[in-house]
Nanobody
Framework: VQLQASGGGLVQSGGSLRLSCTTT????????MGWYRQTPGQQRNLVAS???????NYVDSVKGRFTISRDTAKNTVYLQMNSLKPEDTAVYYC???????????WGQGTLVTVSS
């Protein structure tokens, strides 16, 4: 397994969670990484990304609430999620930032459920 996401769970609206993604493989260490999320019947969408140099980008719906970071020495990417909303409920995955990624490149993901 090259990508392993963890840290999801059930949280009340307004709560916080911290997701972690451990990676194996040099490709993940030196390239842009992102956190994606997917709800049933919907496509997987990128919500936060971080470059090798540490520059970050977010979709508008999570700006000011989510923070992506990475520890290159530990081959780990994090997503700190604060002020969670029910609409943040999804399975969260990490992967390279790319428009097309092989289906078999995705790890298991971690489920985040936010109750109202």
């Amino acid at each position: 397994v090259q990508l392993q996401a963890s840290g999801g769970g059930l949280v009340q609206s307004g709560g916080s969670l911290r997701l972690s993604c451990t990676t194996t493989g040099v490709i993940y260490r030196f390239n842009d990484m992102g956190w994606y999320r997917q709800t049933p019947g919907q496509q997987r969408n990128l919500v936060a990304s971080i470059t090798y140099g540490g520059s970050t980008n977010y979709v508008d719906s999570v700006k000011g609430r989510f923070t992506i970071s990475r520890d290159t020495a530990k081959n780990t990417v994090y997503l700190q999620m604060n002020s969670l909303k029910p609409e943040d409920t999804a399975v969260y995955y990490c992967n390279l930032v790319a428009s097309r990624l092989p289906a078999n490149s995705w790890g298991q993901g971690t489920l985040v459920t936010v109750s109202s």
